[in-house]
């Protein structure tokens, strides 16, 4: 009768060697005998096995098609969310007018609340501007490697200012932000299943673990863009477009970028220490 | 007529932009996932204590009082035959007791032979090329002399010389500082992909392993095939590297072959570092990439990844550029009804998320290294970057301006290091905040010669 193979497990996978018999302590000095003998890091991989490739393609291409197909449903929930962030915020937006996101699409909703232009911004909003200017010089003084990244930021005040001084007519509708804003969302949601897939799936030893993750990023994103918009619009509100290119920098693709990135930094955080085992002194200079 | 032109010159650099920071990111993409899943990489060590040919080691030391003892002390400690070693510490016009130093450990090891350079054009590259003029070994090793070498990584970099095809091997160089600063923690991560992932699956993938200058060694009769170290040049490694795979050598790489490092605590000496590194680069580019491209000894691959390398800090100004263009386009009202809008965003927005490959290599390497400590530490590297894009800025600038103008540009600058020893009882490994448990220090013994005193 055939026998079915033994399926390897995860340390077998690793290369790891059993150690049976006699156990000598670790080299730390600590009372715990070290189960299996690791690789040498120059030699070690990490297993990319076809059940994960084919699991983590598939949830990437359910999500962008979800969001595809459901893409105006999204667009409400997204809009449903926000105007309970603006209740919560106690924004005064006055209603939520249809705009169209994209040509074809059932248009969703945007967010309509009044923006100063620049004549009507109160004083303690342009006593902020200079105070932020103020304190990002302060900050680049002290801080030479965040020096460049203010320069760059009071490059943009400077120039939100001076666009807003010298053009007195540049406005912006708030329901023209929202949708510049959820056409930016929308396809940062298409793409967003594939870079997790290849941050979290792929590299990750184990397929549940990084099938986790992608959901929980996904869900996250979504929420956390309405954060991010009602929280520009608020401040627009009180602002005007003073802040505007810096939020939008900011907050914009860059806090994507950066929300993936922490948590991507924390996955690989908890995984790395597990894998190869409690290392010794020996095995490893850190 | 003034404002459309505008926008769709501000669209065409922006979508050149991506292109190019695109081909940058597959790239990434590869080399990060082919290191991580090739079960077992290209490794030479089998051949490790088998292949034992003449070797000269050469340190180049300038006022290195602080060091030249523990690097000279490990070198001497290598489990390496004493007959066919050979250690040139090369003193190039040092001010402060490295001669005395050097000269003391001459006297009591016979197979140490100093050279003193009292004269002629300063920086590592020159001094190398009068030193390898006294250099009898059938391989030249190159160690840094703040670097910390291990007792077999002389037998594990003469490995793969064993291939007559090698001209050149590198070795992967580990920061130990990496609790110093910030910067240091940023720079640890940035230096463990670029070994531990770019290297190796550049070697894995036949490209070309990069000889770093340190923890390496080159080929005498290879050296000298190509006509020897360029002198002109500021990082004579890559100048070198290319030279020989011009002319046919290849350069291996040794994952095994690890040396611990001092990387810059202070942005200030990053920032010359840099902009030594940038300059160099692509005057290499500029020297190399018609002859690359014509090279009968280089595959299609070989070549488009030859190139790729050498203009890798083409990137910060375009990332700059596709910036300048993007808020072009924010502060144009006339930009935000344009139908191109969503294909521009989608532009930035891919963008952004490319950048992810490189975070993907980092993230690789603490998972073979099975380290926890600086992952945390990813998602500031955004001031890393926008340092870095400011830095290579600047000094692609000051290099055009010297090419076109023939003006200024950057000499050859000495990484200012801050250890008071190598890995000595007083030194950053064993004393003050650092201190290792006694344990560690034992296990520190069977991997690192003995500290001298200790």
């Known amino acids: 009768m055939l026998k079915a193979p033994k399926e390897q497990t995860l340390e077998e996978m690793l290369m790891s060697v059993q150690v049976e018999g006699i156990r000598p302590p670790a080299a730390t000095g600590r009372s715990s005998p070290r189960n299996r003998i690791y690789p040498h890091r120059s030699v070690r991989s990490v297993p990319l096995t076809a059940a994960r490739v084919i699991a983590g393609v598939v949830l990437a291409l359910l999500l962008s098609s979800l969001n595809a197909y459901y893409a105006v449903p999204i667009m409400e929930l997204h809009s449903i969310v926000a105007a309970k962030l603006v209740d919560l915020a106690g924004l005064p937006v006055t209603a939520w007018p ?147 290119p810096v939020l939008w920098f900011a907050f914009g693709t860059l806090s994507d970028l950066l929300y993936v990135l922490f948590f991507y930094s924390i996955a690989v955080n908890r995984v790395s220490g597990e894998l190869w085992g409690t290392r010794s002194a020996w095995q490893s200079h850190f | 007529m003034a ?138 090793i190159l160690f840094d002399a703040d670097y910390v070498p291990g007792r077999a990584i002389l037998k594990m970099l003469v490995a793969p010389f064993a291939d007559p095809e090698t001209g050149a091997v590198m070795g992967r160089v580990v920061p130990h500082n990496i609790g110093d600063s910030l910067l240091a923690g940023l720079l640890s991560l940035e230096r463990s992909a670029g070994y531990q992932a770019a290297r190796q699956s550049r070697y894995n993938l036949g490209f070309t392993a990069q000889f770093g200058g340190t923890v390496g060694g080159v080929r005498a009769s290879a050296l000298q095939a190509v006509g020897g170290w360029n002198p002109e040049s500021l990082t004579e490694d890559t100048d070198l590297t290319f030279a020989l795979l011009l002319n046919g050598w290849k350069t291996a790489y040794v994952n095994r072959a690890e040396c611990f490092e001092e990387v810059p605590r202070s942005w200030s000496v990053r920032k010359r570092q840099l902009s030594r590194w940038v300059t160099g680069h692509t005057e290499c580019l500029h020297n190399y990439w018609p002859e690359l491209m014509r090279s009968r000894f280089l595959t299609g691959w070989e070549k488009l990844d030859a190139v790729l390398l050498l203009a890798m800090y083409w990137t910060a100004p375009m990332v700059v550029l596709g910036w300048i263009a993007s808020l072009l386009l924010f502060f144009i009202p006339e930009a935000h009804q344009t139908p191109l809008l969503p294909l521009a965003l989608a532009f930035l927005g891919y963008q952004l998320f490319a950048n992810q490959a490189t975070f993907l290599e980092i993230g690789a390497v603490a998972l073979l290294d099975g380290t926890r400590v600086g992952t945390l530490l990813m998602p500031l590297n955004l001031l890393n970057f926008f340092a870095n894009t400011g830095a290579i800025c600047n000094a692609l600038r000051k290099y055009y301006w010297n090419r076109f103008w023939g003006s200024g540009g950057d000499g050859w600058y000495k990484t200012h290091r801050t250890r008071l020893s190598n890995g000595g009882p007083n030194g950053h490994f064993f004393g003050g905040a650092h201190a290792a448990s006694a344990a560690e220090r034992s296990a520190w013994g069977l991997y690192h010669a003995q500290a001298p005193g200790d």
């Not at chain 1, 510049?180 to 979290?200: A, D, H, I, K, S």
């Not at chain 2, 290209?42 to 204590?49: H, N, P, R, S, Y």
């Open chain 2, 3 to 140: 404002v459309p032109l505008l926008i769709a010159l501000s669209y065409v650099v922006i979508a050149f932009s991506v292109a190019f920071l695109l081909i940058y990111a597959i790239r990434h993409y590869v080399f990060g996932f082919s290191r991580l899943r090739i079960e077992v990489p290209k490794d030479v060590m089998e051949l490790t204590g088998f292949h034992m040919p003449r070797v000269t080691v050469l340190v180049p030391m300038h006022n290195e009082e602080r060091v030249a003892a523990d690097i000279l002390q490990a070198l001497v400690d290598c489990d390496y035959d004493w007959d066919k070693l050979e250690i040139i510490p090369v003193n190039d016009r040092s001010t402060d007791n490295t001669r005395s130093i050097v000269d003391g450990f001459a006297r009591k090891f016979p197979f140490i032979h100093p050279y003193h350079r009292t004269e002629g054009a300063g920086g590592k590259p020159a001094a190398l090329v009068e030193a390898c003029e006294r250099a009898a070994g059938e391989i030249l």
């Open chain 1, 98 to 244: 249809p705009v169209d996101v994209f040509p074809g699409l059932q248009p969703g909703s945007a967010p309509m609340i009044e923006i100063p232009a620049f004549s009507q911004v109160s004083t303690g909003a342009r006593i902020a501007l200079i105070a932020s200017i103020v304190m990002l010089l302060i900050a680049a003084a002290r801080f030479s490697l965040f020096r460049n990244l203010a320069y760059f930021l009071i490059v943009l005040l400077a120039l939100s200012a001076g666009r807003n001084l010298v053009f007195e007519t540049f406005r912006l509708q708030s329901t023209m932000f929202g949708q510049v804003w959820l056409r930016q969302e929308m396809l940062v949601w298409l793409v967003m299943p594939w870079v997790l897939l290849l941050l979290f799936v792929l590299p990750h030893p184990r397929v549940a673990g990084g099938l986790g993750w992608v959901i929980f990023l996904y869900a996250y994103g979504f929420f956390y863009s309405a954060v991010r918009m009602v929280f520009i619009l608020g401040v627009m509100h009180y602002t005007g477009l003073l802040f505007m």
